[in-house]
């Protein structure tokens, strides 16, 4: 079976089994070559649900997680989102294609910046990236994600990937009235997703979603090294 093939019937999976309900970001999925973002010697399990290592001791969320986590934040062509635990970039390629799809004339593009600690990582990212096709649509920067990106603030979405203790308040700051935050909160063995949404006029609401296990968010505002 080819990744096309095997790309297929991981959506098909994925709506069965309720994970993916939206109609665009399941043609985000299909559109996504996720082999790309997992080192070589994991490219044949690319199109399980599973998450996967991806060196420094970190790993790519399982598929339904992104998928879950995509539909929460629920980005929209033209926007600004800002992910924090860039990783493997796969996750920033998905957001990519759905707010400056690759159908999508570039004018009507929105953009993706994507913030990781470690640079080894990010210099990875930033070349499975441009190997996808992502690269004038997503900016990887390096630094502490934790106190969001203020240069390129205020965002329409921000999703963050890695788990943190609290929802980073600069994180909340720099989001625009109308936007919205997913984040995986809790502590280090177990979070749950929580939906933030800014009201227009600055207010705040909060849901929560599913469990999920994501590694630990590094920095100012999350857990010590
Ligand atoms: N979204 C990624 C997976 C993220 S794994 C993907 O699609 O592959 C979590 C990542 O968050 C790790 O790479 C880790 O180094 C990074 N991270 C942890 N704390 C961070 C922080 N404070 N700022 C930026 N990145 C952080």
């Known amino acids: 079976m080819g990744f096309e093939e095997a790309r297929r019937r991981l959506v098909e999976y994925l709506r069965a089994a309720g994970f993916l309900r939206s109609e665009r970001v399941a043609r985000a999925l299909l559109r996504v070559p996720r ?5 070589p010697e994991y490219r044949s399990l690319a199109y399980e649900d599973r998450p996967l290592p991806i060196g420094y001791g970190q790993t790519v969320s399982a598929p339904s997680v992104v998928a879950r986590m995509t539909e929460l934040l629920d980005p929209r062509p033209g ?30 593009w929105g953009h993706v910046w994507s913030i990781e600690r470690i640079p080894g990582l990010a210099e990875r990212a930033r070349r499975n990236l441009e190997a996808a096709g992502y690269a004038g649509r997503v900016t990887v920067v390096v630094g502490d994600g934790s106190r969001g990106y203020p240069p390129a603030a205020p965002y329409d979405a921000i999703i963050v990937t890695a788990a943190a203790p609290q929802v980073p308040p600069p994180l909340v700051e720099q ?17 749950r997703l ?30 010590e090294a």
Do not use: C, N
């Open 194 to 223: 929580v939906v933030l949404r800014k009201g227009p006029g600055g207010r705040v609401e909060v849901e929560e979603d599913i469990e999920v296990l994501f590694v630990p968010l590094v920095g100012e505002y999350g857990w």
């Open 175 to 191: 989001l625009k009235p109308g936007g919205r935050l997913v984040a995986p909160v809790g502590d280090r063995w177990a979070q």
């Open 35 to 39: 082999e790309l973002f997992v080192p």
């Open 79 to 108: 926007e600004r989102v800002l992910e924090v635990g860039t990783g493997s970039g796969y996750q920033a390629a998905v957001l990519a294609e759905l707010v400056a799809p690759s159908d999508w004339p570039p004018e009507g």
